[in-house]
């Protein structure tokens, strides 16, 4: 079973630059079991332990941000106008239930309006399909009525959550896996990992905005600057409609992101993590990627950092739902812990010797 942490990540709301609610609760987590916290200007937050051994900086990071929407206007008969955070594909979002989360925390329920089939036979009339058009109908009268409710313009919308656990218990359905998997698994590998046991210093935490240009990405690696980074982040599965050797499948183990048009992987760290997952029998698959990810920002740190993204297979991301497994979790967990044990200046030194 996966961790309560977890489902407690997905429920919080937090689109990109509005991350406040999920920055309280991780920084909350990371206090019980850091030595330090570190906290950019743009808002991403880190716990760090074994700062005082004379080892490499290992970062690693998830992204708070889910893709949602933002108050844009407010119509005078009490309807709702949007804009996107973040890519989303426009037509998945009719019918579909937000909730706008207003000043004081709480959520205003609605559901975005579409034409039913009665309306549309004429042949004239078309179905709204694009964001500039949708109209989010959360039951007010008027725009007076909306404004009483407590809408402003700017305040941001998230898909209403159910998060689910299927039949086999094997499978989780929510909204923003990706990625508040890849900050709930930062948390637990401080949890889990010994100390003791790792030769670097570590680093572990989530990063805001990498939904609009991996821009915390950019702040929090100039402020700790890393040796390696690590992004765990959720990659999307084309196992559903189609099968590839380079789309992921659900449950086929971790994502080695070989390739993504911002960043393509260093071959020693590939052969790294190849070797590493073979040696530990942990299953992994590859990934070649169409979006990029908070390792291709961190790579232009100064005069360059070795980076890799750990990928969480799940299906529909970028939409108001989306599916994980528990095997690819207990993988891409598992990898992790068996790289932090070999990173020392040695293993660094032989990975960048290794291009």
Known sequence: ?????????????????????????????????SETIYQDKLGSVFGAINEQKQGPKVMIAGHMDEVGAMVSAITDKGFIKMIPIGSI??????????????????????????????????????????????????????K???????IKIGQMIIPHNNFTITKDGKKFISKAWDDRFGVGMAIEILQSVDKDTIPCQLYCGANVQEEVGLRGAATSASMIKPDLFIAVDCSPCTDTFEDSEIGGSLGGGFMIRFYDPRCIMHQGMREFIETTAKNNNIKFQYYKSGGGTDAAQVQLTDDGVLVCTIGMPSRYIHSTTSMIHIDDYEAVKAIILALLKELDFQKINDIKANV
């Open 1 to 33: 079973m996966i961790k309560q942490l977890y489902r407690d990540l997905v429920e919080l709301p937090g689109v990109s630059g509005n991350e406040k609610y999920v920055r309280k609760y991780v920084r909350a987590e990371l206090e019980k079991v």
């Open 89 to 142: 594909n426009a037509p998945i979002m009719l019918s579909q239930h937000l909730d706008i989360i207003i000043e004081d925390g709480s959520a205003v329920p609605g559901v975005v309006a579409s034409k039913p089939p009665h309306l549309l036979r004429d042949g004239v009339s078309k179905q709204v399909t694009d964001f500039d058009d949708f109209l989010l109908d959360i039951g007010a009268d008027s």
């Open 144 to 150: 007076q009525h909306a404004c009483e409710l407590g």
